[in-house]
């Protein structure tokens, strides 16, 4: 389909009769979405997506042969979240000006088929609630430990797939943005992304040997995430690019990390990545995350860009698109600023309240947040909910064992700190030397440092310990021997100790402003 011919059918198919199941003189009129590679057309509870006739080099829509292998592969590859919403590719007959979606004879082009959606259900326009953060985050998290590995030996994954598409998005924006400050901004993130990604050169080397580039969804932002029934719903998965898909979960990851962050939640983006790590354990992922969150802003300047160079446009949308555009480059270029990491323990008895302080800072500072229960299950290859119905000494619960959590602990505090990330770490800390050797740890960071200790008077932590074990639903398995055991063994903080200790009584917490500004203050 030629130039001339392609336009004259996007009107026909704005006609009602165009499809099957609205004819007639009475049927409500066509709705039409139109992107930056794409026309969609609802009709009753249907959506049909055609691709537009372009070659941007890293996307070739030039010919009815391509659109029609892109339209089976959008198909394939989101059936695997979305099941119930790809119904399948139709062919569109008959003639332009008169077009029949699914109709006989020879065939003008291609449509994916999909189930029709309330555009206002999307996450763009919804307000998220940390319940749905966490479900997303489980999704995702349990989409790419199911999706398979990229072939080491492939073209996919490796050093130079992964910095190709980093220099055409900055490339891409300069071709089309002439503007002196955009073009500064646009060679400081070329050298930094330069700069970095040869010094993550081995890592990126790495997670590759060790099966973290997978066949991921591609394009994991919250304008392709839906609610259906109050569950998310992932769509739009990339199609037309392998190499954008075949992709390190981490780049997956970041762009909808990015996506919050932009959308001015970072208390939810850092809940998702939390979340996110938790279930998997990757915390090897930081390490290359802000090399991405890089990437991912870049992309969105890029899609803004071949918008504005498109002649469809008003003055207005122009204005608001170049707008969009400058807004995203600033925040690709406020990845890479550097700024000193910090590094909390919050510390106390089982049930002093530690795991629901550390969550709440983690999501208001941001910070990662590592917790001893999870850790110490993921040693021994369990997930953090499942019960090893062990007591103390027994199971996973003898003298070596948390040893063996504290020491996974440390490791991995100094791997956050490293990736220039605060942390929060979530454990009894119950003497002074185990304290004092996470404040090492800061120190040889050049972390900030401070501790959290979390009091409550015995009766209360006798009655949150029974509640919580009888309830089942927390990592936590410490049962009210266990309670008696740490009290017989606390050391309160030292004298020394307390010059960068919070001291707080659960009963009743003070106001997270206030505890937020307290460690401003001792972590300069």
């Keep these: 389909m030629d130039a001339d011919t392609y336009p004259r059918l996007i009107a026909g198919l704005l006609q009602p009769q165009a499809y099957p199941q609205r004819a ?9 979405i139109e992107t930056h590679i794409s026309h969609v057309f609802l009709s009753g509870d249907h959506a049909y997506k055609l691709k537009k006739v372009i070659d941007l080099g890293f996307l070739d829509y030039s010919t009815l042969e391509r659109r029609h292998f892109c339209c089976e592969e959008e198909v394939r590859l989101n059936r695997r979240l979305s099941p119930d919403l790809y119904r399948g590719v139709v062919a569109i007959t008959g003639s332009p000006e008169q077009p029949r979606m699914g109709g006989d004879g020879p065939v003008l082009e291609y449509a994916v088929d999909m189930g029709r959606f309330a555009q206002d259900t999307l996450l763009t326009r919804v307000t998220l609630t940390p319940d749905l953060i966490d479900r997303i985050a489980t999704r995702v998290a349990v989409f790419h430990e199911q999706i398979p590995r990229a072939d080491p030996l492939g073209p996919f994954g490796t050093p130079t797939a992964v910095l190709s598409p980093m220099l055409e998005n900055l490339q891409q924006v300069r071709a089309r943005i002439h503007d002196p400050a955009v073009a500064d901004r646009l060679d400081r993130l070329r050298t930094w992304t330069l700069e970095r990604w040869q010094t993550l050169t081995p890592a990126i080397v790495h997670r590759l040997e060790t099966g973290r580039v997978r066949e991921c969804h591609g394009d994991l932002h919250r304008a392709n995430i839906a609610l259906a029934h109050g569950e998310p719903l992932f769509f739009d998965g990339i199609e037309f690019n392998p190499g954008l898909r075949w992709i390190d979960t981490a780049s997956e990851l970041a762009f909808l990390i990015m996506d919050l962050e932009e959308a001015g939640t970072p208390g939810l983006a850092g809940r998702l990545l939390n979340q996110y790590l938790e279930h998997t354990g990757d915390f090897g992922a930081l390490e290359v995350l ?76 941001p910070m990662i947040h590592l917790r001893s229960d999870v850790e110490r299950k993921r040693l021994f290859g369990l997930p953090g909910e499942t019960r090893s119905d062990a007591g103390r000494g027994a199971g996973i619960y003898f003298p070596q064992a948390t040893a063996w959590t504290y020491l996974r602990l440390q490791c991995l505090a100094g791997g956050i700190l490293a990736c220039g990330y605060d942390v929060v770490v979530d454990a009894t800390f119950l003497t002074r030397a185990g304290r004092a050797t996470f404040q090492n740890l800061a120190r040889r960071w050049e972390a900030g440092f401070a501790i959290i200790a979390l009091m409550a008077p015995l009766g209360l932590l006798r009655t949150r310990v029974a509640q919580r074990l009888a309830a089942g639903s927390d990592a936590s398995e410490a049962s009210i021997a266990v309670l008696e055991q740490q009290r017989a063994v606390w050391e309160r903080p030292s004298l020394a100790e307390r010059r960068s200790t919070i001291i707080i009584n659960s009963t009743d917490l003070p106001p997270l402003p206030s505890i937020v500004r307290q460690i401003a203050e001792l972590t300069p």
Excluded: F, N
């Design 24 to 32: 007639g003189a009475t049927a409500a009129p066509v709705d039409h």
């Design 290 to 365: 802000d090399l991405y969150k890089v990437y991912r802003a870049m992309v969105r300047a890029k899609v803004l860009a071949i918008r504005l160079d498109q002649a469809d446009l008003t003055a207005a949308e122009r204005a608001t698109e170049r707008c969009d555009c400058a807004r995203y480059l600033a925040l690709a270029e406020s990845y890479t600023l550097t700024r000193r990491p910090r590094l909390l323990i919050a510390c106390g008895l089982s049930g002093s309240g530690k795991s629901t302080l550390a969550r709440r800072l983690s999501e208001s500072l």
